[in-house]
């Protein structure tokens, strides 16, 4: 897969951003729909860092990032076309969202929904730690569990 690149979302990624996360769990099953991320991604989110993984110069995943939540940055979405998965697709992006990341701040934190095991799967594969469930945080019934890789303290001791 030497045909994958990962650059800056732009404008005109958006309907394929759109279509990619509308077809695509967990987000249906929290009762997102073409519409909300229509909204979301219209304009591009302000504020945050937005990024699309290419294959073959088609949008095959997308990765939003807030900087400077907690001690750290927060990995708002993850996301890989259905027809993408089980590629390494979701862990390129990873590790470039990483690798930037890292280079100014000691802590990635982002959110897994419970019933989600392929995700929790590949957080755990990736060195993510859960830090503990937000009960009821999207929808009733289930949590949304935090999770943190660090790259060490975010302050040395003296």
């Not at 989110?45 to 900087?67: E, F």
């Amino acid at each position: 897969m030497t045909d994958l690149a990962v650059r800056n979302m732009e404008s005109s990624d958006q309907d394929a951003v759109v279509q990619l996360l509308g077809e695509s769990d967990p987000w249906k099953r929290l009762g997102y729909t073409q519409n909300d991320w229509s909204r979301i991604f219209c304009p591009i989110p302000q504020g945050r860092d937005c990024y699309v993984a290419l294959l073959d110069a088609q949008v095959t995943g997308v990765a939003i990032v807030k900087q400077k939540f907690l001690l750290g940055d927060y990995l708002e979405l993850l996301g890989v076309a259905v027809w993408g998965r089980q590629k390494g697709i979701g862990g390129r992006l990873l590790r470039h969202i990483e690798q930037l990341v890292f280079e100014r701040t000691k802590n990635l934190f982002a959110c897994v929904s419970d019933f989600n095991e392929p995700a929790r799967a590949f957080y755990k594969k990736h060195g993510y730690q859960e830090i503990g469930p937000m009960p009821n945080f999207l929808i009733p019934g289930s949590a949304e569990v935090l999770l943190r890789k660090t790259a060490g303290p975010a302050r040395l001791s003296r």
